[in-house]
């Protein structure tokens, strides 16, 4: 009640992925239109059980926090918090609020090869990447300026298709 929020409340409980997977839903929410505007983000914490439920899978990396080297030897963890608001397009200039940024829109996916890494051939990436363009339906299209169906909109990729969602901060 302190900001006037008025909307749909919800935790999203995806682990490491529940920050992008907040950011999703609040994409799809303000596409449908059940929202013109989300604050969406999340926060990760330290805590001894997660630590512990890491140590036993044995894929803590013993040396320091290293992701993009090909010496690592696992992964290490950290703590972190971030927030946006993201809003349509259309409400942010009816607001004449300043835009920043546009969101290309997001997917999800699981390639369950292993706990902590993909397939290293990158077919689990691959597959994903066709689900993205087959879900891309006719019917399926976004506000005006923007269709989801790549066949139809041949110069540009079903991501840049989704160029809607204004991210502001007013």
């Known amino acids: 009640a302190r900001f006037g929020f008025d909307g749909p409340r919800?935790?999203?409980s995806t682990a490491c992925a529940s920050g992008a997977s907040a950011l999703l839903l609040a994409e799809l929410m303000i596409r449908?239109?059940?929202a013109d505007a989300?604050?969406?983000?999340g926060a990760d914490?330290?805590?001894r059980i997660t630590l512990t439920g890491f140590r036993?899978?044995?894929v803590?990396?013993?040396g320091p926090c290293r992701p993009f080297d090909r010496a690592r030897r696992g992964l290490s963890l950290g703590e972190g918090a971030g927030m946006l608001v993201l809003e349509s397009r259309t409400s942010a200039l009816e607001r004449e609020a300043p835009i920043f940024a546009e969101f290309l829109g997001a997917?999800?996916?699981t390639d369950g090869h292993h706990v902590t890494s993909p397939l290293e051939d990158g077919s689990g990436a691959a597959r994903f990447d066709e689900l993205i363009v087959g879900a891309n339906?006719?019917?399926r299209q976004t506000r005006p300026g923007g269709d989801l169906n790549p066949s139809r909109n041949s110069s540009r990729s079903p991501r840049r298709s989704l160029r809607h969602t204004a991210v502001s901060n007013g």
């Open 107 to 109: 997917a999800q996916s």
């Open 56 to 58: 036993a899978l044995r």
């Open 137 to 139: 339906q006719p019917s």
């Open 32 to 34: 449908s239109g059940e």
């Open 38 to 41: 989300v604050l969406a983000g």
């Open 45 to 47: 914490a330290l805590a």
């Open 60 to 62: 803590l990396d013993p």
């Open 10 to 12: 919800l935790t999203v």
